[in-house]
């Protein structure tokens, strides 16, 4: 057996310690360069190696950033090329995801699934402790919190969220009208109902200077001058402005048809309907005449009546 000694007492011939070095050489060679030289020492020095454990997290963690991905912009390393991708979006502005029903933009496939709701109304966050349905996880998640006694009024705008949740269950509805009898849960909503008798508009159209007195009134108008028709039928490519239009257009495919006659048990689809038809039976005739007084059921009835019997007479007639 050749012995390697220290190299100021080396007597082994070259060759002999040549080769053995690369006999050492040899069985380390799918090791890191690194691990060669600490196996080449542990022979000379007598040092302990690494265990295999160690070197295998050496090796992960090599591994690891040579898979780094380095965003160009801002410097932000990342694992993956598809988490780059993502990240990149930040910058560039690009939003690949469209929503089928309005046309907004997503950068996440993970965002425009939460969008979707809005459209589908489709509650998919059950909570566990109570069974309620919920369309944002963001709700739900402040739900249990509630429930799980975490943190609880930790706010003071946490404890008054709540607060006026326990209305809906108690019907308390401290907040009075100044000018009526009609009472509410939250002091937004009063405010809201007071604009009927004040008739403040406070809500203005930049299309047409139209006035509303709710900010949601206002958005649904806003998309006569836009076009804009977010709410899609799921049976037909039919579009519409508002939700509740497409709820009663969809009554054409399901034949839902809500609303019922109390005196001869007829049913129909829109409440306007019902209440034409309800006059057949009480009789009302709210529109009237005013050249000659007759009265009519329908405001079409009127329209024809005018226009066949008090209409002035084309000029050709009157031309001799």
């Not at 689809?269 to 009265?295: F, V």
């Amino acid at each position: 057996m050749v012995r390697v000694k220290e190299e100021s007492e080396d007597t082994t011939e070259p060759e002999l310690r040549i080769k053995h070095e690369g006999e050492l050489i040899e069985e380390n060679e799918e090791n890191e360069e690194s691990s060669e030289v600490e196996g080449i020492n542990y022979v000379k020095t007598g040092e302990k190696p690494l265990s295999c454990s160690q070197t295998k997290q050496k090796d992960l963690k090599k591994r690891r950033a040579k898979k780094s991905f380095t965003c160009t912009q801002c410097g932000k390393s990342v694992t993956s090329k598809t988490s780059l991708e993502r990240h990149m979006r930040i910058h560039t502005g690009e939003k690949p995801f469209t929503c089928d029903q309005c046309g907004k933009s997503f950068t996440q496939s993970a965002h425009i699934k939460e969008h979707m709701n809005i459209h589908t109304r489709e509650k998919l966050h059950p909570c566990d402790q109570c069974g309620k349905m919920f369309l944002w996880a963001s709700v739900l998640k402040k739900l249990l919190k509630v429930h799980t006694k975490e943190k609880p009024h930790s706010c003071h705008l946490c404890a008054s969220n709540l607060k006026l949740h326990e209305r809906i269950h108690s019907g308390e509805k401290p907040y009075k009208c100044s000018s009526c009898d009609k009472r509410f849960s939250q002091s937004t909503h009063m405010k809201t109902h007071e604009r009927v008798h004040t008739g403040e508009k406070p809500y203005e159209c930049l299309h047409c200077d139209k006035t509303f007195s709710k900010s949601g009134d206002l958005k649904t108008h806003e998309r006569i001058h836009t076009g804009e028709k977010p709410h899609k039928c799921s049976h037909c490519d039919e579009r519409f402005s508002q939700s509740t239009h497409l709820k009663i257009h969809e009554r054409v495919h399901t034949g839902e048809k809500p609303y019922e006659c109390l005196h001869c048990n007829k049913r129909f689809s829109k409440s306007g309907d019902l209440k034409t038809h309800e006059r057949i039976h009480t009789g009302e005739n709210p529109y009237h005449c005013t050249a000659c007084g007759k009265c009519f059921i329908h405001s079409s009835s009127l329209h024809s009546h005018t226009k066949n019997n008090h209409s002035k007479a084309p000029d050709t007639q009157r031309h001799f």
